[in-house]
């Protein structure tokens, strides 16, 4: 399949070639990490500003193990003797810092950077997800079983091109025809080969946005869509906000870094959920394989037809897998949404930040969900409708479909710092004063001046004991 680079892009896409084998959930690869600093008199390429290439641990994450000590070869005929270690406890990066405010939404028990349950007595805590930060959630309900730091704000990187689609598909005939233009074909990162000067219909634009995560297909629909780029970015940052995605803000269509930009795994959840509701993402993101039209480039160049296939490994290997979509940047780490449906029940997952979690390891929640999640309580709630403030036991109560509930158990995270969030509007610093409660401030009110005037009586009494005394 055809790729078609700009000669002065060349140098800041040599790294891309080695991110494909290294990233297992597929299609991970929207921006290419930047190339080591070549060896002098050649200088480093300068890159992009909005582009974050300075790759930082993921936050909440487990710090890797030293390597191993080399090991000495024994004298022939020698006794080897094994000396026990210890396993040691998995260490972790400092978790993120989180500012959700009072009553975050979703419920009161998400405003937190550790991890969240209501698991039962008897049943086991559903697998670890090595990332900054993930939500567990019935697709159907809304019920949240399981969250980290579900509202830390972070990168999306391609995963926010779910919410391109669910914004622009009400917008564009997918029979409509869009021309490429030259800014198209130069995208960043993952393209599909646009051609500019060559047509293209919608509905194979759609297929290329979410089956390869192509960032010239973004560019490409959201010129066309009413208001152009701005518009669309506009009308994507209302969408979010109208599904309570209240921690999102859209800078760039394709999901690529851009300062400002910004969701968390709670909202990734909400947005997949919708997106889920159309028939047509639907239909696009459990494709497997989808022809693309050719093109003729400046010089004449015919490029013939070519099929163009779907990333998603969740998709493509779980059994169930029904979507949804993959993302990766070197700011944002790997980054996913996907949802699964086996016996009439379906859940969605989202995540943030990892640099080891795989459709395996997704796949492993997920087969608890389906195991346990019949019995396991609620800790918050996807449904804007219903109320952000569920009881203390973590079930939503105005759900009338919530699961039995177990008393939440919070796993504090490592301790807090600033992760590398999604530029300078991300996670606030954890040393930020918490406001107080609004009934406090009520009560306090309300009831200020009648304390004044109680001091205020103790006061006279005790100087009319005293005259009386000295009356006696």
């Given amino acids: 399949m055809p790729h078609h680079r700009t000669p002065g892009r060349c140098r800041r896409r040599v790294a891309v070639a080695t991110l494909g084998a290294a990233l297992t959930l597929g299609g991970l690869a929207q921006a290419a990490p930047a190339s080591p600093t070549p060896a002098a008199p050649t200088p480093a390429p300068t890159p992009a500003p909005t582009f974050t290439v300075t790759r930082t641990p993921c936050a909440g994450t487990r710090v890797p193990p030293p390597p191993a ?16 270690t210890a396993t040691p406890s998995p260490s972790y990066y400092p978790a993120p810092a989180v500012r959700a405010g009072d009553h975050p939404v979703g419920g009161d028990q998400l405003g937190t950077s550790g991890i969240v349950t209501a698991v039962p007595a008897g049943t086991p805590q559903p697998p670890e997800l090595d990332a900054t930060s993930y939500v567990l959630a019935d697709q159907q309900t809304g019920v949240i079983l399981a969250a980290k730091a579900p509202h830390a704000h972070l990168y999306p990187a391609s995963t926010l ?38 047509p293209y219909p919608v509905h194979q634009l ?21 208001g152009g780029v701005a518009g669309t970015l506009q009308r994507m940052n209302a969408t979010a906000a109208a599904l309570g995605a209240r921690d999102t803000v859209a800078v760039d269509p394709s999901g690529l ?44 160049t015919v490029v013939k037809p070519y099929a163009v296939p779907n990333l998603n490994h969740f998709v493509l290997h779980y059994p169930g897998a029904t979507g949804v979509k993959t993302g990766y940047t070197t700011g944002a780490h790997r980054t996913f949404v996907g949802s699964a449906t086996r016996g009439g029940r379906s859940y969605v997952l989202s995540f943030m930040c990892s640099d080891t979690v795989d459709w395996h390891h997704v796949g492993a929640v997920m087969d608890w969900a389906f195991a ?46 600033t992760p590398a969030t999604a530029g300078s509007t991300g996670a606030a610093d954890a040393s930020h004063p918490a406001s107080t409660p609004a009934g406090l401030r009520e009560i306090g009110e309300k009831w200020w001046g009648a304390g004044v005037l109680a001091l205020l009586l103790a006061a006279a009494g005790a100087l009319l004991t005293r005259r009386i005394g000295r009356r006696r």
Avoid at 273 to 289: G, H, I, N, P, S
Avoid at 392 to 414: D, E, F, N, Q
């Fill in 69 to 84: 000590p080399p090991t000495r070869r024994g004298r022939a005929g020698a006794t080897a003797t094994l000396t026990p």
């Fill in 161 to 198: 091109k779910t919410l391109t689609a669910l914004t622009v598909m009400p917008q564009l005939d997918p029979r409509r025809v869009v021309t490429a233009t030259a800014s198209d074909q130069a995208a960043e990162g993952t393209r599909v080969g646009m051609v500019a000067g060559n």
């Fill in 206 to 226: 759609y297929g290329a946005l979410l089956m390869q995560s192509a960032n010239d297909a973004a560019y490409a629909l959201a010129r066309s869509a009413p």
């Fill in 257 to 300: 870094d851009a300062q400002g930009q910004r969701s968390s795994a709670y909202d990734l959840a909400v947005i997949g959920r919708a997106a889920m509701q159309r028939k047509d993402f639907r239909a696009y993101v459990v494709t497997r394989e989808m022809p693309f039209p050719g093109a003729r480039q400046a010089d004449g």
């Fill in 372 to 417: 346990h999640g019949g019995t396991v309580g609620g800790v918050g709630t996807l449904d804007p409708r219903a109320t952000t403030r569920p009881a203390t036991s973590g079930a939503p109560g105005s759900s009338p479909t919530a699961p039995p509930t177990a008393s939440p158990a919070v796993t504090p995270g490592p301790a807090s710092s």
